[in-house]
């Protein structure tokens, strides 16, 4: 079976990782934390990083901090895993979805403007599988209305909007290296902001509450917080991971040069090629059936079934989130109709030039079909 997604792993992450099992207990607690939070401040050019257990509660932390709660509204995409918008009810505040954008996938611009009130306290951008959102539109908005930007970058690790590194474009924003992800830890995630007191904030957070108070010890504890603290060892695989960026960043972006050179002459799929000024990590590649032009009737869903029988994994696109029966809104056109005719294909780090040829030729043979 072909699968979906895969880590690339090396020597140094196997290095890394011995080393911190071995090594990093006691005094050496937190070594490869400390160095893991150095290179994402100088590669970000940001001030503060605080690693977490996942993008998830990285999310959580960053809304709580902004003292988000009931009576405010959070605007996020129609289309993105839900943790997005969990995030914001676990503050107790509404969740307002946008619809997303049928060039970039990525929430629109234009539905987002029609979807701000005085209520609203923030946008959560996300950038759908390391296709950067339209910035400078967004960018302009949040200030106009003095609303909070977050970005939610789970899956976009190096991906870059006019040269700009994603991320660096709100208040703070939130990373993912679970195990399909660009950069793996296992679970784990991290916060950048270059906020003084939003990083205060979060970190006691993220520490169940814990206190600077000398006087009163380690163990003080000044208000209720959370356990959301990533692991030494899962700061080991990060570190070696982050340290081969642009090597993981380069093999997904010549995976999807393989794809696109092969659905060159199709009529009948849209890939999500990158819309200048954005530079896609190509966290996945995705395609999108142009229901017009084919002869059959097919969905992603059936698509799907077809591929796995000639041993072809493939993973589904989110579906528009606001159809699920926790929440009471109106579903939004392009992202419920994005989420039935597309799919994600193989997009793993050990993918061959040979592999998605076979790829490409068995769904252009089924969309071919009369």
Same mark, same amino acid.
């Given at each position: 079976m072909i699968l979906t997604a895969g880590p690339s792993i090396t020597k140094l992450e196997k290095k890394y990782v011995a080393d911190a099992v071995s090594n990093g207990w006691n005094n050496n607690w937190n070594n490869y934390l400390v160095k893991l939070e150095n290179s994402f401040k100088k590669y970000f050019k940001v001030k503060y990083a605080i690693p977490t257990s996942s993008c998830t509660g990285a999310m959580h932390l960053i809304l709580k901090s902004l003292d988000i709660k009931k009576g405010d509204e959070v605007i996020v995409p129609d289309t993105t895993w839900v943790a997005t918008a969990s995030a914001v009810k676990y503050v107790g505040a509404k969740v307002v979805f946008a619809d997303i954008d049928p060039d970039t996938w990525t929430i629109c611009p234009?539905?987002?403007?029609?979807?701000? #009130?005085?209520? +609203?306290?923030?946008?959560? %951008?996300?950038?759908?599988? *390391?296709? !950067? $959102? /339209?910035?400078?539109? &967004? %960018?302009? @908005?949040?200030?106009?209305?003095?609303?909070?930007? @977050?970005?939610?970058?789970? !899956?976009? %690790?190096?991906?870059?909007? #006019?040269n700009k590194l994603v991320g660096t474009f709100g208040i703070a924003a939130a990373f993912s290296f679970q195990g399909a992800k660009l950069m793996v830890s296992g679970e784990g995630g991290m916060i950048i902001t270059s906020n003084k007191s939003l990083n205060k904030k979060i970190k006691q957070l993220a520490a169940h509450g814990r206190g600077n108070n000398k006087k009163k010890g380690t163990f003080w504890i000044e208000k209720i917080g959370y356990k959301y603290s990533m692991s030494n060892i899962q700061a080991a695989l990060c570190l070696a991971q982050f340290e081969r960026l642009e090597e993981l960043v380069e093999k997904k972006r010549k995976i999807f040069s393989w794809y696109e050179k092969n659905f060159i002459n199709s009529n009948k799929v849209k890939l999500n090629k990158e819309k200048k000024p954005a530079r896609s990590i190509y966290w996945m590649t995705s395609i999108f059936l142009i229901k017009e032009?084919?002869?059959?009737?097919?969905?992603? $869903? +059936?698509?799907?079934?077809?591929?796995?029988?000639?041993? &072809?994994? +493939?993973?589904?696109?989110?579906?528009?989130?606001? +159809?699920? !029966?926790?929440? /009471?809104?109106?579903? #939004?056109?392009? $992202? /419920?109709?994005?989420?039935?005719?597309?799919?994600?294909?193989?997009? *793993?780090?050990?993918? #061959?030039k040979k592999t998605v040829k076979y790829i490409s030729k068995s769904l252009i043979q089924i969309l071919s079909k009369d």
């Open positions: 234009k539905s987002l403007k029609k979807k701000i #009130n005085k209520k +609203t306290k923030a946008i959560m %951008v996300v950038h759908l599988y *390391g296709h !950067p $959102s /339209k910035m400078d539109e &967004i %960018v302009k @908005i949040s200030k106009k209305y003095k609303i909070h930007l @977050i970005e939610d970058a789970a !899956p976009a %690790v190096g991906a870059k909007y #006019n032009k084919l002869k059959i009737k097919i969905d992603g $869903s +059936t698509l799907s079934k077809i591929l796995r029988k000639k041993g &072809i994994d +493939t993973r589904p696109i989110f579906p528009s989130i606001s +159809t699920y !029966p926790m929440w /009471k809104s109106k579903n #939004n056109y392009f $992202s /419920k109709e994005f989420s039935k005719y597309s799919l994600n294909l193989p997009s *793993g780090h050990d993918l #061959n």
